[in-house]
């Protein structure tokens, strides 16, 4: 409620002073009225524009009201006699049309996306459709409520004045609104007040080229060929795309305030509407180039920023993956020295205090060092040390990767079968990958020890009711299948498919150690 108060005070305060900006800039427009339309450059449409555009589409019946007031005041309609309600229709149209299609651009904006409905482009559609429908609605509304008589008239001259209705609303739209927007932001504290800092060469080369182009203009004026559109309409082209919209405004403005004084002059009617003509094509143009150069300047930084982040993102991919590989390679010793460390501890418990006091010492860094690394595994962008369903085919598949340069080296090959993809068990990845590549090494070091083919070494996986068993067998000497097989790199293996809920069992065969882990499958009922 209280918003709403806030509200309608503000639109309080704002209705008397567009009514005051509104009579000044419609008496200022009137040198350059006509037949059949007001005037062929009309500042105030720009005024209005500008508040629908700051303060929204709400305003429009308050606008249309205010308008209709200050023309009743000002003797501009008269609120007596047959034609009253044309007449106020014809004051409050172009309030009603700006505030249309404003409406239905921003709602068109929020459904869609599209490089012509951003908010340059929706700016430049509604300061051309505004007029452009105020105009369409004249007829309408004769033929609705007829005049007894017409201010427009009929056939060429109908169209003429039609013509002569939008190049004025369109003159005063793009030359006042951006002004006034612009003022709006700075009262607001949404930019700063400095003005950009001026080199010498921009103000060179703009000042240069709108002076080349009022050259050319005036000996083609002195040629007898009137006052021509083209020099000033390469001009402002140029500054647009050379210096942006406010490059654009400032060439726009330069030549409004040069033409104007002239069309003012006692011209006949069809040299004014030539001149404006010639006047909207250039104020079009030039602003359209300017929108394209900032739109370009907006692209590129949005490119170079773009590239930047890629740029990051590749360097901490990179990092990444040298920090995943430095852990996984230390893992493993830094494992072993820990179980060493609490095997020395423990030993020590009896051993003299200096003794002790050493071994207890050894096997706090060491825990300290292992829970480090640990810590460190969050680094690799995903939750590594949270347990999560990982398939069966990628822990195969990443421990062959790991362990294949050694295969390479000691000249032997793992024959494995493919996977299936569906089989997946609750597990931490890195931990139980290094205790699948500790079996495997486990099978490289005995298979180094007897000559046989290089199918020698083999790894099964299969389904056993609830639990998926992963069997690695290979050749070994008679050593090795009469030997525990209980080494370090295997009990640590053992650790960890044990905390994972399942177990490791060594099954020989003549001539062969075979080793069947076995994992519980995620979803199967036990």
Request: with cysteine; charged share 15%.
């Amino acid at each position: 409620m209280l918003r709403a108060f806030a509200c309608r005070r503000a639109d309080a305060l704002l209705l008397p002073a567009y009514a005051a900006g509104f009579a000044f800039l419609h008496w200022v427009a009137l040198p350059w009225g006509g037949d059949g339309f007001f005037s062929l450059w009309y500042p105030a449409a720009g005024l209005r524009f500008a508040v629908l555009w700051r303060w929204g589409t709400r305003l429009t019946p308050w606008l249309m009201a205010t308008e209709l007031v200050v023309d009743a005041l000002t003797g501009q309609v008269v609120l007596a006699g047959p034609d009253v309600w044309h007449d106020v229709l014809g004051v409050i149209r172009p309030a009603l049309t700006c505030g249309l299609v404003l409406a239905a651009l921003h709602r068109l904006a929020a459904r869609r996306r599209g490089p012509h409905l951003l908010p340059p482009m929706i700016f430049g559609l509604a300061a051309v459709g505004a007029p452009i429908l105020t105009a369409l609605l004249v007829q309408p509304i004769q033929l609705i409520l007829p005049r007894s008589q017409s201010t427009f008239g009929h056939g060429i001259d109908l169209v003429i004045a039609l013509c002569s209705l939008v190049v004025g609303d369109l003159l005063g739209i793009l030359v006042l609104a951006p002004l006034l927007l612009s003022l709006d932001k700075v009262i607001a504290r949404k930019l700063t007040l400095n003005l950009p800092r001026l080199t010498a060469w921009p103000v060179l080369e703009g000042g240069g080229v709108l002076a080349v182009s009022t050259f050319a203009s005036w000996i083609l004026w002195r040629a007898g060929m009137g006052v021509q559109a083209a020099p000033g309409l390469l001009a402002g082209a140029w500054i647009g795309l050379r210096f942006g919209q406010r490059g654009a405004w400032l060439a726009i403005f330069a030549q409004v305030v040069m033409l104007l004084p002239y069309s003012a002059q006692h011209v006949t009617y069809t040299q004014r509407l030539g001149l404006h003509l010639g006047l909207a094509s250039t104020v079009i143009v030039t602003w359209l180039a300017g929108s394209y150069c900032d739109a370009q300047r907006w692209a590129q930084a949005s490119l170079d920023r773009r590239n930047r982040m890629l740029f990051q993102a590749e360097r901490l991919k990179t990092l990444r993956a040298m920090s995943v590989a430095v852990i996984h390679e230390i893992s493993q010793p830094l494992s072993t020295l820990a179980i060493e460390a609490r095997h020395l501890n423990e030993t020590c418990r009896d051993a003299s205090p200096e003794a002790a006091a050493s071994a207890a010492l050894v096997d706090r860094k060491a825990r300290e060092l292992s829970d480090m690394v640990r810590r460190l595994r969050r680094f690799g962008g995903r939750d590594v040390d949270e347990p999560s369903p990982v398939p069966v085919a990628q822990l195969v598949q990443t421990a062959r990767q790991i362990v294949a340069p050694e295969l390479r080296a000691l000249g032997a090959w793992l024959d494995a079968d493919p996977v299936a993809e569906d089989i997946f068990v609750q597990a931490q990845e890195v931990e139980l990958t290094q205790a699948l590549v500790n079996l495997l090494r486990n099978a490289m070091a005995a298979h180094a020890r007897v000559a046989q083919s290089e199918s020698d070494m083999r790894l099964d996986v299969r389904v056993e009711g609830s639990e998926v068993c992963l069997e690695i067998v290979n050749a070994a000497t008679a050593a090795d299948v009469s030997g525990n097989g209980m080494g370090v790199g295997l009990a640590i293996a053992r650790t960890i498919i044990e905390a994972h809920g399942g177990r490791l069992s060594r099954r020989d065969a003549p001539g062969q150690v075979r080793f069947l882990l076995f994992l519980p499958i995620l979803g199967a009922s036990a």
